[in-house]
């Protein structure tokens, strides 16, 4: 007893019409015929349509799938080799078109307008990162100083952000070094990098009171895709995103003044 077209298509999940074609190119023609002349399908004929299913999935265009099928042992591992080369190829650009577009997104969303060109000249290894930026426009949309800071970050230049990198570079090179020498992080000395980046932020983004600050450093901690802003993974050091909040948090109490009571 063989099965009808029916029901071969509602079991393989495909068209009535697309078994015709495969029945009319040669592809897939039922083994048997019904007394009233309609196509019955086999197991066989079945098991073949799995295979042939198996490699449409995989991209195959029905002419190689009919040439494996000829002879499997002697097509189907080469045909399997090159399709394996071409999805890879495809998985290639297809990263590459993900990257441009997220790139496009991740301008809309920092306020940075610089070509993807431009980015890389001037940012190096400091990435926006685009989970983190949807993230912080999230938290902090309806914040002034998070939509001021916008506002200046898409009014700059190229030649502002060069010397935004700059100073930054600067700053974390006498950071590192400040951890890296054992300055405890409510000292002086980090309690003046800490003011010296609130005074950063104030100048090229939003004005930054302690308590801002305070929040931007709790992220650092909090966040590595926040740290990473400031501190690129290369450059980076076990407990140095707490080491730089400790500093902000000691920097505010400083610049608050001493304890009238």
């Known amino acids: 007893m063989g099965y009808s077209v029916g029901q071969v298509s509602a079991a393989a999940g495909i068209t009535v019409r697309t078994l015709h074609h495969y029945d009319k190119t040669g592809l897939l023609s039922p083994t048997d015929r019904s007394p009233a002349g309609y196509r019955l399908y086999s197991d066989a004929d079945l098991a073949r349509l799995q295979q042939i299913l198996f490699y449409r999935e995989l991209g195959f265009p029905l002419d190689e799938i ?25 998985i290639t650009k297809l990263q590459r078109l993900v990257e441009v577009a997220e790139q496009a997104m991740e301008v809309q ?10 980015r890389f000249e001037v940012f190096g290894e400091i990435a926006f990162d685009l989970t983190y930026a949807t993230d912080a426009q999230l938290r902090w949309h309806d914040r002034a100083g998070h939509r001021r800071s916008m506002a200046s970050a898409a009014a700059h230049t190229k030649e502002d952000w060069a010397q935004i990198m700059a100073e930054a570079a600067a ?5 590192t070094a400040a951890f890296d020498a054992g300055a405890p ?6 309690m003046d990098l800490a003011e010296e980046h609130r005074q950063s932020v104030s100048r090229w983004f939003t004005p930054c009171p302690t308590d801002m600050h305070g929040r931007i450093a709790d992220d650092f901690a909090a966040d590595p895709r926040a740290f990473a802003l400031v501190v690129p993974p290369s450059e980076q050091r076990p407990g140095l995103a707490s080491y730089l ?17």
């Open 66 to 90: 009919a040439t494996i099928l000829q002879d499997p042992q002697a097509n189907a591992l080469d045909q399997l080799r090159a399709r394996h080369r071409l999805l890879n190829e495809q």
């Open 109 to 118: 969303q920092t306020g940075v307008q610089l070509t993807p060109e431009e």
């Open 171 to 175: 700053w974390r090179a006498r950071l």
């Open 185 to 190: 992080a409510d000292g002086e000395r980090a």
């Open 245 to 261: 909040r400790t500093a902000v948090h000691a920097n505010a109490v400083r610049q608050s003044g001493p304890d009238d009571g």
